[in-house]
């Protein structure tokens, strides 16, 4: 088969790329390793941890919030075999939406192994071992990621675990030990604490999710530490083994002391790196740097002219959304078109509750920089909203240029953030002021209603309800 573009990986990258080339008018094809579409987000990260996340929430409601609000129940107990099925289902019905969008944009799907045999031919191989080979005059690497390890940890998927086995366990972790304090542990840790069970995080550095803007993790700690999360910062671990039902993690502080932990369940979640594994990059010279990540120039464009890659195999953040817009930027150049992504507005979300949300420049950021900016914040336990929701942990923080008041960054953490953030990511792309949200009307009684009291407060103090 001969075609204009190969999409090799059908992740949220890879697949929105097909789907983007095919309504352009080129002949595509997607090579896809496992048996189901979707990559890593679909299949054990964005989609499965957020139905978790759902379920575990209701069960926290209805353990600690229903009585408040007027509702008595008997005590909740926790159906794990459901909780994984009901996961399994949204996974599913995810799964066959991406299909029937291959279909429906006539896009060619082959199951198996893709590797380079040159920069025009793919073979593609099943895991019966049959294969066949592919020609194509353009391509995208689209392959994604996997959990990122330490040598001084032996993940045996049963006991000492990864985010993919964390999303199928059969019982609740009487101890989680969670290794990391990044995006992917706190979720899943929330998930496991909600239903009962004492998560310890081992941090290496000196916060919670540290690329965010710092007064989020800050926040975010005192929130999950009510939930029964306990924290040790500096600790580098130095081992993990696990010994029948009892896994025993141990570290050293600050101060080169050897401090030990022990649980039944210990999960590593210290990032994740670039997959390239088996894909023949040598057999056409394509180059990575140093932490595996494949090179391209500001088209996305590899060393192989034709040979595209977008997502987590490039640089930059490991996102979903970030990997969907790199998709439709390269589809549209391939096109002859020209696209841009503004990087700096790519937003990140922490799906724990409350949510967690930012986009554009950190505070931190801003004062390495030597830039001139106000800040204004505005609590939730001041939103009529969130008071009648009883979500009263949290604040929004508008970053604007003391000068001219655009809007630098935006900061969430409250009821609804992951949503609340699109309003902020909008107003930065069309370099709105500060004055211009506080301006705006805000529907009443809303969550949305604090990030436009955040922007007064950053236009000459102006919030009225606080």
Not at 255 to 265: A, H
Not at 321 to 328: R, W
Not at 429 to 441: H, K, T
């Amino acid at each position: 088969m001969q075609y204009d573009v190969t999409v090799v990986g059908s992740g949220p990258g890879g697949y929105v790329a097909a789907i983007r080339c095919a309504q352009l008018g080129l002949k595509t094809a997607i090579i896809e390793k496992y048996a189901t579409l979707g990559g890593t987000c679909l299949n054990v990260g964005c989609i499965p941890s957020k139905a978790l996340l759902d379920s575990s929430e209701h069960f926290h409601n209805a353990a600690h919030s229903f009585k408040e609000h007027g509702i008595d129940i008997p005590a909740p107990k926790v159906n794990m075999a459901q909780m994984i099925k009901r996961k399994s289902e949204v996974v599913k019905a995810n799964n066959d939406g991406i299909a029937f969008l291959m279909k429906k944009n006539k896009i060619d799907v082959y199951q198996g192994l893709g590797s380079f045999v040159d920069k025009n031919n793919i073979k593609v191989t099943q895991q019966n071992g049959d294969s066949k080979t592919i020609s194509t005059q353009k391509v995208i690497i689209a392959t994604g990621s996997k959990p990122t390890t330490i040598p001084t940890v032996s993940v045996d998927k049963n006991r000492i675990i990864t985010s993919t086995e964390a999303l199928n366990l059969t019982e609740v972790p009487q101890h989680l030990l969670l290794i990391g304090g990044g995006v992917i542990g706190l979720e899943l840790g929330s998930v496991y604490a909600r239903l009962g069970a004492k998560v310890t995080v081992i941090e290496y550095t000196d916060s919670i999710i540290p690329t965010m803007d710092r007064a989020l993790g800050k926040e975010l700690q005192k929130v999950l530490t009510k939930l029964g999360f306990q924290f040790f910062f500096h600790h580098k671990v130095t081992s993990a083994t696990a010994k029948g039902k009892e896994v025993k993690v141990e570290a050293e502080d600050s101060s080169g002391k050897k401090v030990e932990f022990k649980g039944d369940y210990c999960l590593l979640a210290i990032g994740r790196k670039a997959y390239t594994d088996g894909l023949g990059l040598e057999n056409v010279g394509i180059k990575t740097d140093e932490r595996g990540r494949v090179l391209t120039n500001d088209h996305l464009e590899t060393s192989v002219p034709g040979i595209y890659a977008i997502g987590d195999v490039v640089k930059g953040a490991m996102l979903a959304h970030k990997a969907e817009e790199e998709g439709t930027f390269v589809a549209e150049v391939i096109a002859g078109q020209k696209p841009h992504i503004n990087y700096r507005l790519i937003p990140g979300v922490v799906y724990t509750w409350p949510e967690v949300a930012g986009v554009g420049y950190t505070e931190e950021e801003l004062k390495t920089e030597g830039k001139a900016y106000k800040s204004g914040s505005f609590p939730f336990k001041a939103s009529g909203r969130a008071r009648a929701s009883n979500d009263l942990d949290g604040f929004v923080k508008v970053l604007a240029d003391k000068t001219t008041d655009e809007i630098l960054g935006v900061h969430i953490i409250g009821p609804r953030a992951a949503d609340l953030i699109g309003e902020a990511v909008v107003a930065m792309e069309f370099r709105a002021s500060a004055e211009d949200i506080g301006r705006m009307s805000h529907a009443h009684p809303t969550y949305s209603e604090a990030l436009k009291e955040a922007a007064l407060a950053a236009t000459e103090n102006r919030a009225l309800h606080v």
